[in-house]
Every structure is written in structure tokens, then in C-alpha cells.
């Protein structure tokens, strides 16, 4: 069974759509990253969030961390094709270990 | 611009055969990792260091994978002997601030046939 769950795996949307992905855990957590990768490419840190119910806004992007430190979504807000990549999530658990979630494949369609 | 970088880019070897991954992280930053990425398992940490000290390889198959740091620039991540399962996409990542930030390199891709 995976630490971190994301969801939905895959998502094909029209530009200019919203979107919300998710990522969840049973799991309590120091800290939670969002990162996007873009084909051939390694991920890219987007933020961390670090305090329960902490949002953070990146341009048209929107990240909060539960409140009880074990889930996190990321929305995005008036989707481009540039946002096309597989968004991770991955978090420093209590005892220091780092894992990856499995991923959102997220296509934005001009 | 500060990068990590990776060598090879790409890997075709044959079952057997030694393969060496290099990577350099960005100056000054003190903690490296390495990561294997496939289709099944997604991005799954092997190893990683801290002021060229190895930290945590729980994730590394001790028998076959070692991972090493020879100085502050360069880090090590060999196969020996090669399988086709080892077949992935490698990265190897630097940071300043242990996991809260991580800068991924471009990966080596390697097929084991």
C-alpha cells in the first residue's frame, strides 16, 4: 500500500477550466511539497506547507494542508496548457523519512 | 543558473554489466538524494547524504546498488551487476534545507536488456 494517495490519477481538461487534485494520507506529517514534473524533465518544487490548515497561493494555484496534517489539495484556477505535467506530493513523515505520492498526470487542452 | 546535473543523460546496457551514474548538486548545497522512477512504483527515494555522509539507503538493494560521495561535487550511484528490472529513470537531487527543498537533476534513463 502507497504512504500517499493521489487523486484522480490522470485528468484531461479544456483551458480555462478549474481543477482541484488531491492528496491523502492515514498518515501524520511534518511537511507536505507539491511538485510538477513535465515530460523528460525532473520535478520542480511549487511550495511546502508545513502548518495544519496552512494555504498558500502561487499565481493561479492554491495549495492547503489539512488541518490535521494529513492531506493536502492543490486547485488550480483558469487551467493553461503550460500547467500540463504530473503533480506530486511528498512528505517528511515524524521519523524524518521522505516519500513521493503516486501522482496526478494532469493534460490542459488548448 | 544553478543546476544539478546528471550523467549519462541516457543508458543502454546489457544484464550484467557495471553501470555508473554521476551527478553533480548545486554549490553549496549540503544534502544529496537519489531517486528511481518508474511507471509501477512512481518516484522512490534509494539513498541520500548530508555533508557527503550517507544518512538513509534503506531504500537501495544493498547486494547489487552503492552509492557514494567521493567529494562535495560529485555523487556516485553504481549498479553491479545490472538486471533488466533495474531499467528507470534515476534522479538524483541537492538541497540546503535537508527534504524541504529539493532540486531534481534531468535524470538518467537506463535500460538493462
Known amino acids: 500500500t502507497q504512504l500517499l494517495e493521489q487523486s484522480p490519477q490522470f485528468l484531461s481538461i479544456q483551458e480555462g477550466e478549474n481543477l482541484t487534485v488531491y492528496c491523502n494520507s492515514s498518515s501524520v506529517f511534518s511537511s507536505l511539497q507539491w511538485y510538477r514534473q513535465e515530460p523528460g524533465e525532473g520535478p520542480v518544487l511549487l511550495v511546502t506547507v508545513v502548518t495544519g490548515g496552512e494555504v498558500k497561493k502561487l499565481k493561479r494555484l492554491t495549495f492547503q494542508f489539512g488541518d490535521a496534517r494529513k492531506d493536502s489539495s492543490l486547485h488550480i484556477t483558469a487551467a493553461q496548457p503550460g500547467d500540463t505535467g504530473l503533480y506530486l506530493c511528498a512528505v517528511l513523515n515524524t521519523g524524518n523519512q521522505f516519500y513521493f505520492g503516486t501522482g496526478t498526470s494532469l493534460t490542459v487542452i488548448p | 543558473d544553478a543546476r544539478v546535473t546528471q550523467t549519462p543523460r541516457h543508458k543502454v546496457t546489457e544484464m550484467g554489466q557495471e553501470v555508473t551514474m554521476r551527478c553533480q548538486p548545486i554549490l553549496g548545497h549540503n544534502t544529496v538524494f537519489w531517486y528511481r522512477q518508474t511507471m509501477m512504483q512512481g518516484l522512490e527515494l534509494l539513498a541520500y547524504f548530508r555533508n557527503r555522509a550517507p544518512l538513509d539507503d534503506s531504500g537501495m538493494p544493498k547486494d547489487r546498488f552503492s552509492a557514494e560521495m567521493p567529494d562535495a561535487t560529485l555523487a556516485t550511484l553504481k549498479i553491479q551487476p545490472s538486471e533488466p528490472r533495474d531499467s528507470a529513470v534515476y534522479f538524483c537531487?541537492?538541497?540546503?534545507?535537508?527534504?524541504?527543498?529539493?532540486?531534481f537533476g534531468p535524470g538518467t534513463r537506463l535500460t538493462v536488456t
Open positions: 537531487a541537492s538541497g540546503f534545507r535537508g527534504a524541504y527543498e529539493q532540486y
